[in-house]
């Protein structure tokens, strides 16, 4: 576990590097969230799409944030600072365990904000709720941070890392029911876009 625990304390250090990057994105996430629901919720037939949009928008920060740790394992790859991390007085599951909870971690981190927000502007959950959400976006971001890292140490090309990542987003959000509900998607398929678009 000390081992682990000095990966993670590492690549903390490298997460708040960026505290203002960070803050700025959670400031365009936010602003998504009351400029762009409120929009739409008078362009489409979803009764009140900022509540919805609300928990989407928290996954959504939650999938960017995980997937940040990809972006700088890449990195080391292609410097070759990944040979220095191997030749710690760790093993390679160590090192790789620690680095996926990192990203996991970070991940809540940088979500806290957003999860905070829907709480206020949905209601505040039971402890047991809380629990169950928290420990279901652990998972999700600890998931996403290791296919980051998959894909981040299959290819020493940056341009390759951030178009496999393009399409894995698109695949996760606009596939999903992150933005509309699965009944609009399921009409959208069978009749078009007709019923969404329309009065509140």
Do not use: W
Request: proline residues 4%; glycine residues 6%.
């Amino acid at each position: 576990m000390k081992a682990i625990l000095h990966v993670i304390e590492y690549d903390f250090r490298n997460f708040f590097r960026y505290r203002f990057f960070i803050a700025a994105l959670i400031a365009m996430n936010l602003a998504d969230l009351f400029i762009s629901a409120i929009v739409f919720t008078q362009m489409t037939s979803i009764v009140n799409y900022f509540k919805f949009f609300a928990p989407g928008l928290a996954v959504v920060g939650l999938f960017a944030s995980a997937f940040m740790i990809g972006r700088e394992i890449n990195m080391e790859v292609r410097r070759e600072v990944h040979h220095y991390l191997l030749s710690l007085p760790m093993t390679r599951a160590e090192l790789a365990i620690g680095r996926v909870l990192a990203g996991g971690l970070r991940g809540m981190l940088y979500m806290t904000p957003l999860l905070m927000t829907n709480f206020i502007v949905l209601r505040f959950p039971t402890l047991p709720q809380l629990l169950l959400i928290l420990l279901t976006l652990l998972l999700l971001a600890i998931g996403i941070s290791g296919a980051s890292i998959s894909i981040a140490v299959s290819t020493t090309s940056f341009e390759k890392f951030v178009t496999a990542r393009g399409v894995i987003y698109y695949m996760f959000f606009f596939c999903s029911s992150v933005f509309y509900p699965l009944s609009v998607i399921q009409v959208l398929a069978t009749k078009g876009l007709g019923p969404l678009v329309g009065p509140t």
